[in-house]
């Protein structure tokens, strides 16, 4: 019914409707075929300990190499993986390749570090979530505490006592979970106390300014003593300079992650930080 619009408009907006549907189908073709193609890959970023300096763990994040678009970022294609669904699958496999690494770093001579896997509101409600976990930890032979989970607000919208049963199931395994962007979503802070939570972390959006604006500053320092008042670790994303560092250190934040210390890289890259920081101390 654009037609009944008239005249230009009409052109216009049909080609700039087209040009969008079809690049989205192509990207959602290219998705499907993305996983038996093995177009996705893991970048790791350290996760470090603001006393001692030191990579404690890492997050992994994944990535597209898309074969005439090269490496796309997962904001553009995330979306359109819970939309089809396809995350169910593709989570499954960030999952079981993370710790697969983490337990090929260990039995390397790597230390002992956390691997941090991100899950979707869409993924986190799936009913068999600790089969699959479970599943994935079974098969690489890691142990439940090197990994972590990472989920966001938006699991609390829906349905508490689910949440709360699914939280305390991968609890009692033995697997960290943590709550990312904290601050950006929905957030009920009478439900923290009741979900078995260890890390918060500080969305990078308080930490950009945060040298500079007063109102972000106060946010990371509540965010700060809210979770150690409730026995958390509270980590900070996106640290980029050396005056955020400062700031959180002498605010008491526990851990940092951000392009100031590094990027996320390939796997290789990673080994090579950690190897380096060994030979160093
Ligand atoms: P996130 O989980 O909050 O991950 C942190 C994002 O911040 C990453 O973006 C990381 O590259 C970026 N970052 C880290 N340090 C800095 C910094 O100092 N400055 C700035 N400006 N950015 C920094 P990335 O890799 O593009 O991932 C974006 C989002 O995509 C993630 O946000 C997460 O929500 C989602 N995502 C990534 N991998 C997965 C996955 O395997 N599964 C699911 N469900 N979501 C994922
Ligand atoms: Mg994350
Ligand atoms: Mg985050
Ligand atoms: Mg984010």
């Not at 005249?7 to 959602?28: K, T």
């Not at 989920?151 to 609390?156: K, L, Q, R």
Request: one cysteine or more.
């Amino acid at each position: 019914h654009a037609k009944a619009q008239g005249g230009n408009c009409y052109h216009f907006y049909s080609a700039e409707m087209n040009s969008g549907v079809s690049q989205r189908l192509s990207l959602e073709t290219g998705l499907r075929y993305a996983l038996e193609r093995n177009e996705f890959l893991l970048h790791y970023q350290p996760q470090v300990d603001l006393r001692s300096g030191k990579i404690i763990g890492m997050e992994a994040l994944l990535r597209w190499q898309h074969p005439e678009r090269g490496l796309i970022s997962p904001v553009e294609f995330i979306p359109l993986l819970e939309e089809t669904g396809l995350i169910i699958p593709v989570g499954e496999w960030v999952l079981r390749t993370a710790c697969a690494q983490n337990n090929a770093w260990l039995a390397a001579g790597l230390p002992r570090m956390r691997m941090a896997v991100n899950l979707s509101a869409h993924q986190f409600r799936q009913s068999n979530l600790t089969d699959v976990v479970c599943l994935a930890l079974e098969d690489s032979g890691l142990e439940p505490e090197l990994l972590e989970l990472e989920v966001t607000e938006s699991i609390m919208i829906h349905d508490l006592q689910t949440t709360l049963v699914t939280l305390n199931q991968l609890h009692v395994i033995g697997i960290q979970i943590s709550i990312d962007d904290f601050g950006t979503g929905y957030s009920s802070l009478s439900y923290l106390k009741r979900l078995p939570i260890s890390k918060i972390k500080i969305d990078q959006s308080f930490v950009r300014d945060i040298c500079d604006d007063p109102d972000d500053a106060a946010i990371a320092d509540a965010v700060i003593s809210l979770g150690h008042s409730l026995k958390m670790q509270v980590i900070a994303e996106g640290v980029e300079t050396v005056e955020q560092l400062d700031y959180l250190r002498a605010h008491g934040c526990d851990e940092f992650q951000g392009y100031y210390f590094s990027r996320p890289v390939p796997a290789e890259a990673f080994a090579a930080l950690v190897h380096e920081q060994t030979a160093i101390s």
